[in-house]
T-cell receptor, first 110, second 114 residues
Framework: QQPVQSPQAVILREGEDAVINCSSS?????VHWYRQKHGEAPVFLMI?????EQKGHEKISASFNEKKQQSSLYLTASQLSYSGTYFC???????????FGSGTQLTVLP | DVKVTQSSRYLVKRTGEKVFLECVQD?????MFWYRQDPGLGLRLIYF???????EKGDIPEGYSVSREKKERFSLILESASTNQTSMYLC?????????????FGQGTRLTVV
């Protein structure tokens, strides 16, 4: 069962902030975040693990609320390069399966 | 760098044809995945494999099968292609324990069934 992402799309100006949410009806062990630019493969951003351990890169951060089975991705002071579709992926149950949400299309305008 | 290579970027096939989509990874990853990407629906898992000859159904396995005879290669098979299988297909791989590790994606195969 796919996690639910919101919003579906967001448009913002360079320098503005955005939050993308991901929620699941299943108990989560981990949440992954990926970004896909048009015509390219999705690229890993970070993993958040149950228990609070966090990995990441660039200047994008995320939180993981285990009790609510939710994660949020925070993009602060957006840059033009942040444009793309963001997917959250959730790991639960089987250690092998990674299930993705429907994506959030982020457009950063100059 | 990890590389996941899909054999074709674009394919056009006729209804009823048997279609093979090939994926090769060069990092000795145990896990390999096939996803289908459609507008508004995101990435939906078709099948995944955690070892040679081992496979598990994902969320939308109907109309598809897979083969993994070698660790580095994972094939998606459309037994009898239909127009509703027109889509972008993405292959991915990850080390053991997919929920803990980064997945690496191929460039995708855009399949059109006419």
């Amino acid at each position: 069962q796919q996690p639910v992402q919101s919003p579906q799309a967001v448009i913002l100006r360079e320098g503005e902030d955005a939050v993308i949410n991901c929620s699941s009806s299943k108990a989560l062990y981990s949440v992954h975040w990926y970004r896909q630019k048009h015509g390219e493969a999705p690229v890993f951003l970070m993993i958040l693990l149950k228990g609070g351990e966090q990995k990441g890169h660039e200047k994008i951060s995320a939180s993981f609320n285990e009790k609510k089975q939710q994660s949020s991705l925070y993009l602060t002071a957006s840059q033009l390069s942040y444009s793309g579709t963001y997917f959250c992926g959730t790991g639960s149950g089987s250690a092998r399966q990674l299930t993705f949400g429907s994506g959030t299309q982020l457009t950063v305008l100059p | 760098d990890v590389k996941v290579t899909q054999s074709s970027r674009y394919l056009v096939k006729r209804t009823g044809e048997k279609v093979f989509l090939e994926c090769v990874q060069d990092m000795d990853h145990e896990n390999m995945f096939w996803y289908r990407q459609d507008p508004g629906l995101g990435l939906r898992l078709i099948y995944f494999s955690y070892d040679v000859k081992m496979k598990e159904k994902g969320d939308i396995p109907e109309g598809y099968s897979v083969s993994r005879e070698k660790k580095e290669r994972f094939s998606l098979i459309l037994e009898s292609a239909s127009t509703n299988q027109t889509s972008m297909y993405l292959c991915a791989s990850s080390p053991l324990g997919a929920r803990l590790a980064e997945a690496f994606f191929g460039q995708g195969t855009r399949l059109t069934v006419v």
